[in-house]
């Protein structure tokens, strides 16, 4: 097996962890030749191929300088592998790479999920988080080993046999620059581009998901994003049980927009900007939360001792709100509110959730069977009066570009949401508005303290609605 492997790096910030992957390729039992593509002269060693100098639109476009490359050896390699300088990649992921990938379709790449490791040496996958998810539908076993896709398509490498490399370069569009994506920035397009235009699939192996993860070792998303390791193993035989029909495979509703960025997308991963416990109180409430992702919102208030049920998003997420001591029903409304028949709940939350519902008035209305006498609602949704809800995501490489947005949820995906819209739902439903609350952005509050809050409306980012009966 020969392998060729490229990584970009850009200055020297770097230049220690590419040291630390060069090292593990020079103690490969196989022969790996290594091309770092980089602004400035580096002194990597004799055998590496070192190649300088940025291409003319600018250091943004440098990870894309590899695909000549690989078009020029194609014919000289068998694997062939593109990484950032600080993804760490060791010779069992290549081994484990080569040997499923003759399992799959020639469309389809055994792709790879990224963790850290936290200081206590906890692994956190920080390929899922915001709004991506598992599709249910692509689970499948191949030869004793069980696949399935995941929606980010990035993970910062790729491994692609010969024969993947030709099904790319006979896509059109390989040696083409992407155009600007939805989900992904430049870098992330370097290897999400291989599956959004050039007509590969990426499948991760979940029966040898430990051969498929790699380290990013500067470990800076802690605390920030990403998924305990023991959370992923869950998300796996709730997968394998889909598989085998012992799970429904139920989702929601849809959780992405129309819109041309992704800002405003359902995230199934994520805390409420809002202190929950501090508006429900204390107490043990019994909390119902529609549209339930993993949990993180729920778990300050099962933490609380809050007795918390959640419809959740899938029934794939499920088990992640499960872990963070959520129980939770079908996720389908239909099977959710046979489930919730005769129950009752002291406060029912719609955590960003409303605003991608088609009736949000029904749904109110149906929820309100299921409050207690002195029950509430409590509303969390996007403010889209404010004065630049329209700029997020659509500003790359100083290209500006306002989003087509019509106003209508059939072409948005999603109502857009203002405090005046969502009291009249709660008013057609049969509720009264008791509480409104801001979320400001930190980069705004300065304006928001200098004018007491007056043009608190136009800085929010987003509002909570707290609704009880009339």
Known sequence: MRVLMTTPTIGTKNVRFLRRLLEEYRSMSFPVDVVVYSDVPQDLGGDVEVKVGLPADGAHYLPFEHRKLFAERADDYDVFIYTEDDTFVMQRQIEAFWKVAPLLGPDEVPGFLRYEVDPQGHKFITTIHGFFSWKMDSVKTVDGHVFAEFENKHSALFMLTREHLRTAIGSGKYLTRPPLSRYYGEIESVTSDLYERCGLRKLVCLSSVDDFMVHHLPNKYIGRLGLPREALDAQVRALVEIRDGKRPKQKLFRTRTNLPFDYWDKRY?????????????????????????????????????????????????????????????????????????????DDVLFLDVLEFLPEPVQMLRRVTGLLGPSGRVVIVVPNFRARDWWKHKVQRLGDFQRPSVTGRFEDDGLHLTTRQMVRRWVREAGLKVKRVAYQVPRKRKRLHWSTAGVLRELLAERLLIVAARA
């Open 269 to 345: 991963y994520g805390r409420c900007p809002f202190d929950l416990v501090g508006v429900l109180g204390g107490g043990s409430r019994r909390v119902l939360s529609v549209g339930c992702g993993s949990g993180e919102a729920e778990a300050p208030l099962v933490a609380a001792g809050h007795r918390v049920t959640g419809i959740p998003l899938d029934s794939v997420i499920a088990v992640t709100a499960e872990e963070k001591g959520v129980r939770t029903v079908g996720a389908d409304f239909g099977a959710a509110f046979a489930d919730l028949d005769g129950a009752q709940f």
